[in-house]
């Protein structure tokens, strides 16, 4: 199985400033890897597909980027509403495993 | 609008059995694949199964081969994950989440609210 690794776990941000999360697979997956928020109590929400390509309706001050196994996504002005933890996950093979999550709280 | 609203999860004793059903509107149910997916504090997001818009095929994680089972009534614009021999480390919220795809890319695109199993004596 391909093993999904994030950093930081947990970062703490105030809103306007600029937050970068990385995602590592173990192994290349191109660029078959997606992201998702999470809010707790709720089910997690797709942000970014295919590594850059952002879902309809999210604002754009998200983006992703990288290939093979290095992968980030950025928020460019943290708003208050951006605090929550975010997901990456492999779409490359089966089973298609998920990050262990890094936590964005308010400083 | 698109929603899955998943149902059956409740305290279930170890060994014994749980139904999960997902109830599909807002979309052509047929025509895409669908996933069943589970978090839990200890193990984190973790996908469990998916099942092709016509039921032909079927994938499962390791952790549940042999006893978990994936299928889907078109007909009835549902999916189930039929859970056997229920262990305590199955103890999470169940997701079900439509399969989208571009190309070779595919991603989890909604996901229910969940449902909650709890596996205990």
């Known amino acids: 199985d391909i093993q999904m690794t994030q950093s930081p776990s947990s970062l703490s941000a105030s809103v306007g400033d600029r937050v970068t999360i990385t995602c590592r697979a173990s192994?290349?997956?191109?660029?078959?890897i997606n992201w998702y928020q999470q809010k707790p109590g709720k089910a997690p929400d797709l942000l970014i597909y295919a590594a850059s390509t952002l879902q309809s309706g999210v604002p754009s001050r998200f983006s992703g980027s990288g290939s093979g196994t290095d992968f980030t996504l950025s928020i460019s002005s943290l708003q208050p509403e951006d605090f929550a933890t975010y997901y990456c996950?492999?779409?490359?093979?089966?089973?298609?495993?998920f990050g262990p999550g890094t936590r964005v709280d308010i400083k | 609008q698109v929603q899955l609203v998943e149902s059956g999860g409740g305290v279930v004793q170890p060994g014994r059995s749980l139904r999960l059903s997902c109830a599909a509107s807002g979309f052509t149910f047929s025509s895409f694949g669908m996933y069943w997916a589970r978090q839990s504090p200890d193990k984190g997001l973790e996908w469990v199964a998916v099942?092709?818009?016509?039921?032909?095929?079927?994938y499962y994680v390791d952790s549940v081969k042999g006893r978990f089972t994936i299928s889907r009534d078109n007909s009835k614009n549902t999916l189930y994950l039929q859970m056997n021999g229920l262990r305590a480390e199955d103890t999470a919220v169940y997701y079900c989440?439509?399969?989208?795809?571009?190309?070779?890319?595919?991603?989890?695109?909604?996901w229910g609210q969940g449902t909650l199993v709890t596996v205990s004596s």
């Open positions: 192994q290349s997956i191109s660029s078959y």
């Open positions: 099942i092709r818009y016509d039921g032909s095929n079927e």
């Open positions: 989440a439509r399969e989208r795809v571009s190309g070779a890319y595919s991603w989890f695109d909604p």
């Open positions: 996950q492999q779409s490359y093979n089966t089973p298609f495993t």
